[in-house]
């Protein structure tokens, strides 16, 4: 599976930005999806996941009320929306993949994106 992010971008403090993350290759299997960021100088951290049917969610509280994760599969894609955004939110966003069932921990995902840089004003 090769997956592919992509929406990053420069936005004020309260702006919103839009991630894609489209995956291909063997992609019949259903697989969940997760969205980490790495700042710099900072361990990678979770942000939100998504079960493969898409009922199953999971936010890190600092993006609870804020981001919202959600997927077409018929696209292949799974799509962070981000809102209110902050300059804590600065960071490169990767997606990941590799399970059938989502997880916060970066180690428990096989496939990952090239990751998408973030970059929230003050």
């Known amino acids: 599976v090769q997956l592919q992010a992509s929406g990053g971008g420069l936005v004020q403090t309260g702006g919103s930005l839009r991630l894609s993350c489209a995956a291909s290759?063997?992609?019949?299997?259903?697989?969940?999806v997760g969205w980490f960021r790495q700042a710099p100088g900072r361990e990678r951290e979770f942000v939100a996941a998504i079960s493969w049917g898409g009922r199953s969610t999971k936010y890190a509280d600092s993006a609870k009320g804020r981001f919202t994760i959600s997927r077409d599969n018929a696209k292949n894609t799974v799509f962070l929306q981000m809102n209110s955004l902050k300059p804590e939110d600065t960071a490169v966003y990767y997606c990941?993949?590799?399970?059938?069932?989502?997880?916060?921990?970066?180690?428990?995902?096989?496939?990952w994106g090239q990751g998408t840089q973030v970059t929230v004003s003050s």
């Open positions: 290759g063997r992609t019949s299997n259903p697989y969940a």
């Open positions: 990941a993949s590799g399970s059938s069932v989502w997880s916060t921990r970066s180690y428990e995902y096989d496939y």
